[in-house]
């Protein structure tokens, strides 16, 4: 099995790309030990020593580690092995799978917009660099956007301006009614 490693904008975040489907369930996010319980892999990862977060996209494992732990050096053999381990035993990813919902029946045609439009061009650009965006809520009222920020993007020191100057320029050319956008925690 061959698994690359790539740098992310976050130096936190680690992307390890094996030559097969990570997750077919879509992006899965595990900000902490107890929220892994579901998935072996999961907890293969947050074994080992330094680890803070684990982010499985389609095509990518996004590892976090602790600001003041291990570093990369020291950790990126034991997540890989974690990884290969992992897939030669044929476990599933997850044991319980949580599926999100793309558009719920209730979307006003705005929320099915800005989902549309996160779904199209945002959440692939940023699954590049082993994160995701999610649509938290949007308030017509002030016409603010709240979205979640996962992965490698959470904690990312580029992450205000990914929203601000990428993120938020498009809904706002593409969405009128979305006058600014606010990540929420």
């Not at 030990?33 to 499985?56: K, N, Q, T």
């Not at 030669?88 to 006003?108: I, M, N, Q, R």
Request: some cysteine.
């Amino acid at each position: 099995m061959f698994i690359q490693t790539e740098d992310t904008p976050n130096p936190n975040v680690v992307m390890f790309t094996p030559d097969r489907l990570v997750s077919a369930e879509g992006p899965l996010d595990y900000p902490n030990e107890e929220a892994a319980a579901a998935s072996p892999l999961a907890r293969a990862l947050f074994a080992i020593d330094g680890v803070a977060g684990v982010f499985f996209g389609a095509a990518a494992v996004s590892v976090t580690r602790l600001a003041e732990g291990p570093s990369w050096a020291e950790m990126k053999p034991a997540v890989l092995t974690a990884i290969m381990d992992h897939f030669a035993s044929g476990a599933p990813l997850v044991d319980v799978v949580a599926v999100e919902a793309a558009a719920a029946e209730d979307d006003s045609e705005i929320v099915a917009e800005i989902k549309a439009l996160l779904d199209s061009r945002i959440r692939p650009a940023v699954a590049q660099d082993g994160g995701d965006i999610l649509f938290d809520r949007f308030e017509e009222a002030t016409g603010t956007l709240y979205l979640q920020m996962r992965g490698a993007c959470a904690g990312c020191p580029s992450s205000s301006a990914t929203l601000k100057a990428g993120v938020e320029q498009m809904m706002r050319h593409y969405v009128p009614e979305v006058e600014r956008v606010e990540q929420t925690l």
